[in-house]
């Protein structure tokens, strides 16, 4: 039996010894990261690895071809010009929705409209006596002269608003 334990606390020994070495490197590179590593070759030629950016004196590291660098500026290009078209769409989408908001907007607004305007004509043309409010509140009943003048009135407003 002491085999079998010693064997089983080998084993155990050597996860917590690989668990503990994952951590250990994740940490440092998670640090890496973090910091921001700089590569970059001084006036010697000499290739330096650094958290800190290069000084004025310092080559800039080349690595890639000039063909590297066109295509590079094509990619971003194409990028704008997507971010462009997006940012187009996007706007030609507002103005179609605030232009459909307005329109419906305009579509109630008529309906309303005729709504009052048929009840009016249909209060005029249905009651024997009518009377508006002046602004004192009192009721004033209307004239025949008046009566015919706000019924005409009525109908036109019916013609307009309920097309």
């Given amino acids: 039996m002491a085999i079998n334990t010693s064997r089983t606390r080998t084993?155990?020994?050597?996860?917590?010894?690989?668990r503990l070495f994952l951590c250990c490197t994740l940490a440092v590179?998670?640090?890496?990261?973090?910091?921001?590593?700089?590569?970059?070759?001084?006036?010697?030629?000499?290739?330096?690895?650094?958290?800190?950016?290069p000084t004025v004196e310092a080559q800039p590291l080349?690595?890639?071809s000039p063909g590297q660098a066109d295509s590079a500026r094509e990619a971003a290009q194409a990028l704008d010009a997507r971010d462009q078209a997006y940012q187009k769409r996007l706007k030609d989408a507002e103005e179609a929705r605030a232009k459909a908001d307005k329109e419906a907007a305009e579509i109630r607004r008529k309906r309303d409209n005729c709504d009052k305007a048929?009840?009016?004509?249909?209060?005029?043309?249905?009651?024997p006596r009518v009377y508006t409010t002046d602004a004192a509140g009192q009721r004033t009943y209307m004239?025949?002269?008046a009566r015919a003048q706000a019924l005409a009135n009525s109908q036109k407003a019916v013609a307009e608003n309920c097309n």
Wanted: aromatic fraction near 8%; proline fraction near 2%; glycine fraction near 8%.
């Fill in 29 to 53: 590179a998670v640090s890496a990261q973090a910091s921001g590593l700089y590569k970059w070759t001084d006036s010697s030629g000499k290739v330096h690895y650094s958290d800190q950016p």
């Fill in 118 to 127: 048929r009840k009016n004509l249909d209060v005029l043309q249905n009651r």
């Fill in 62 to 64: 080349r690595t890639g």
């Fill in 11 to 18: 084993k155990a020994f050597r996860i917590a010894a690989g």
């Fill in 143 to 145: 004239n025949d002269a």
